[in-house]
C-alpha cells in the first residue's frame, strides 16, 4: 500500500514494524515524483541511483539492528543551494550548470548520519533571491494547490515537494523568509531556527548575516524530528553557537499552551493584508485562546523600516559573496577563446551566468557598499537592524512568542508580479524582521483563506536558542486546527492528476 500521503512520524513507524522497506517507501516517492513533477517542477534533480542506494543501506542497517535515527529511511528533499558530494548544485543559476561539488554541506553529512534518504534537489529562486521561485534559470515550480500560482520561494521547491506528496521531509534556507513564505502558501510547516543553530558550511552564500538553513515538513512534529537531525554546533561555521539544541521534539509532542502569553505584533496585521488571511488568522488566536494561552497586543514600530534595511543589507552582503563566480573557479565559463583576457571572460560569463533579478541585486548592493556611500546605506540599514533587535526585547519582555500572520497574502499567480520587483519584495514585509534579529521563526498553517479557498500561514517567533517555545504554541494550535477541521490542512489539496 503507498505511503505517500502519511506523515514521516508514520512512515518510521511503518519501518519500525517492518510493514514497508526504506527502498519500497522510497520507490513510491520516486515513482510520485515520476507521476507529478511534470508539472508541479519541484525537482532540479532527481538522484534515483543514489536514493535507491542510501535506502538500500539504511534496510542493511536496519536488519543488523544498527538504526541510526528515528528518520532512518526516511525520503527526503534538498533544496539546491546546499552540497551534497558528486550531485548537481546549481542554486537555481546557469552560473553553476554542471557543478558537482566535491564535498557534503554539514546538514548532508547530517542527513547521512541519521540515515535519511535524499531524493533530489529542489527548484528555488536563482542563488534564493526571490518570493515566487520564478526567478529559477530552469523555469518556475507550480503551487500543487492550484498549478497556475506559485508555490512561494526562495524554496518553493521544497514547499511543493512536500505539498504534492513527493517527499514527507525537505530542507530550505531562509535570508528573509524563504522556508516561512513557500511553507504558508503551499499549507504546509517551515521553521527558521535560530541564527546560528544549523551549519552554514556548504550552504551557497547569499547573505551570510541573514541566510539560515531550517526543516520543512507536512508536521509540526515531523519537523521537529528533522530539526533535531540537522541542528547543533559546527567548528566549521565561525557563526554556529556552541550550544545544546533546544528540545524541539518534546516541544511538539507537548500540545498545552497553559499560561503561555502570545504576543500578537500589531504592525504585521494592519493594511495590504488579505481579508482571508486576517480572518484565519484571528480564528487561530482564539483556538490559542481556548487551549488556555494568554494573548496580548505588541508594538515592533521599527519593523515598518525593515524591507527598506533588508533590501540594503541583503544584496550588499550578495554583491560580496557573488563576486567568486568569476568564472575560473565554479560553472559555466563563456567566451574564452584563447585570445580574450580573464576581465573579458569574467564578464562574458557573468553576463550570460546571472539572471535579471541577481544583476538587479548585485549592482544595488555595490553601489550601497560604494565608498561615500556606505555609511548612508549600509549603515544606516545596520542602524535599522539594530532598532528591530530592540523592538522583539521589549515584545519579549511582555509575551513567550509572537505571532503574526506568516505572509499578507495567500499565494499569488505565477507571472502576476514577475515585472514588479517591489510588489515582490512586499511578500516578506512580515518574514525579515526575524532574520534581521538573527530569532526563530516557524510557519504552519492555519487554516484556507475564505476568499479564494488557499492554505494560510501563522508564523510564531521565538527568541534566540528558545526555538523549543515555536514548537510548543505550533504543536498546539495543529492540533486544535486538526479537530476543528476534521483533518489537517494538507490533506485538504486537490489530488494533482496523475498522467
Ligand atoms: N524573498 C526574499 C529575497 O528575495 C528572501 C529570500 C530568502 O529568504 N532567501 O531576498
Redesign the pocket.
Known amino acids: 500500500m503507498s505511503m505517500i500521503h502519511k506523515t514521516a512520524t508514520e512512515m518510521a513507524q511503518a519501518l519500525a514494524d517492518k510493514s514497508i522497506t526504506a527502498v519500497e517507501l522510497t520507490k513510491q516517492h520516486l515513482d510520485r515524483i515520476a507521476a507529478v513533477d511534470g508539472d508541479v517542477h519541484a525537482f532540479l534533480h532527481v538522484d534515483t541511483e543514489g536514493a535507491l542506494a542510501q535506502a538500500a543501506e539504511s534496510d542493511a542497517k536496519r536488519a543488523a539492528g544498527e538504526t541510526r535515527s528515528v528518520l532512518e529511511g526516511i525520503p527526503l528533499a534538498l533544496k539546491d543551494v546546499l552540497t551534497q558530494k558528486g550531485v548537481p548544485t546549481t542554486c537555481g543559476s546557469k552560473m553553476l550548470e554542471g557543478w558537482r561539488p566535491p564535498y557534503d554541506s554539514t546538514v548532508v553529512s547530517k542527513l547521512k548520519n541519521a540515515g535519511v534518504v535524499i531524493l533530489g534537489k529542489t527548484n528555488m ?1 536563482e542563488f ?4 515566487s521561485t520564478e526567478n529559477s534559470a530552469y523555469g518556475p515550480t507550480h503551487n500543487p494547490w492550484a498549478l497556475d500560482r506559485i508555490p512561494g ?3 518553493g521547491g521544497s514547499a511543493a515537494a512536500l505539498a504534492a506528496f513527493e517527499a514527507p521531509l525537505a530542507i530550505g ?7 516561512r ?1 513557500p511553507a504558508a502558501v503551499t499549507g504546509t510547516v517551515g521553521v527558521k531556527p535560530t541564527y546560528g543553530g544549523v551549519s552554514r558550511f556548504g550552504l551557497v552564500a ?2 551570510s548575516s ?2 539560515q538553513a531550517g526543516p520543512c515538513a507536512r508536521t509540526v512534529l515531523d519537523t521537529a524530528l528533522l530539526h533535531e537531525a540537522i541542528a547543533g554546533y559546527d567548528e566549521r561555521d565561525s557563526t554556529s553557537i556552541n550550544a545544546p539544541v533546544p528540545n524541539v521534539v518534546a516541544a511538539a509532542k507537548r500540545q498545552e499552551v497553559k499560561g503561555m502569553k502570545i504576543g500578537v505584533i500589531k504592525e504585521l496585521m494592519g493594511d495590504g493584508f488579505q481579508k482571508g488571511v486576517l480572518d484565519s488568522f484571528k480564528q487561530s488566536l482564539d483556538l490559542l485562546q481556548e487551549q488556555g494561552a494568554e494573548i496580548v497586543e505588541v508594538s515592533c514600530p521599527s519593523f515598518d523600516y525593515g524591507i527598506a534595511a ?1 533590501y540594503l543589507i ?1 544584496p550588499s552582503e550578495a554583491s560580496s559573496n557573488l563576486a567568486r563566480f568569476d568564472s575560473m573557479r565554479y560553472g559555466i565559463r563563456v567566451g574564452d577563446d584563447g585570445q580574450r583576457g580573464a576581465e573579458e571572460v569574467m564578464s562574458a560569463t557573468r553576463e550570460v551566468g546571472f539572471g535579471k533579478e541577481v544583476k538587479r541585486r548585485i549592482i544595488l548592493g555595490t553601489y550601497a557598499l560604494s565608498s561615500g556611500y556606505y555609511d548612508a546605506y549600509y549603515g544606516s540599514a545596520q542602524k535599522v537592524r539594530t532598532l528591530i533587535k530592540r523592538d522583539f526585547e521589549s515584545a519579549f519582555n511582555l509575551a513567550d512568542v509572537l505571532v503574526s500572520p506568516s505572509t499578507p497574502t495567500t499565494a499569488f499567480k505565477i507571472g502576476e508580479r514577475a515585472n514588479d520587483p517591489l510588489a ?2 512586499l ?2 514585509i512580515t ?2 524582521p526575524v ?1 534581521m534579529a538573527g530569532i526563530g521563526g516557524m510557519s504552519l498553517p492555519s487554516g484556507l483563506s475564505a476568499d479564494d479557498g488557499l492554505p494560510v500561514g501563522f508564523q510564531i517567533m521565538s527568541p534566540a536558542m528558545q526555538d523549543d517555545r515555536m514548537y510548543r504554541v505550533g504543536g498546539t494550535l495543529e492540533a486544535a486546527l486538526n479537530d476543528k477541521l476534521g483533518k489537517p490542512v494538507w490533506a485538504q489539496a486537490p489530488e494533482l492528476v496523475v498522467k
Open positions: 529562486d534564493a533571491m526571490g518570493s520561494g526562495s524554496g534556507t531562509d535570508t528573509g523568509g524563504s522556508i513564505q547569499f547573505s541573514l541566510d533588508y541583503a515582490m519584495y511578500a516578506d518574514t525579515i532574520n
